[in-house]
């Protein structure tokens, strides 16, 4: 009786990896065209094409806002 309570308190026994083990193994690697198409370029001109369309957006609505901002103005100064 006694050596088995000592095997309980001081044997630890890995039932997480027991329960667990074949759900570890991570997503399914997806097969699609266009997913083999980015990996296969290591996802550069992903991260290139996604800043580009930041930039572009950032550089047209300052461009916008810019116009629309000189237009204020002249009315501003017509005003006077």
Request: charged share 20%.
């Amino acid at each position: 009786m006694l050596l088995f309570l000592f095997s309980l308190l001081f044997v630890q026994s890995d039932t997480l990896t027991q329960a667990y083990s074949d759900k570890w193994d991570g997503p399914m690697p997806d097969e699609s065209a266009f997913s083999s198409l980015m990996s296969s370029n290591d996802m550069i001109f992903v991260v290139l094409g996604v800043s580009l369309i930041i930039w572009f957006t950032l550089l047209g609505y300052l461009f916008i806002t810019e116009r629309k901002l000189s237009r204020l103005e002249k009315q501003f100064e017509n005003s006077k």
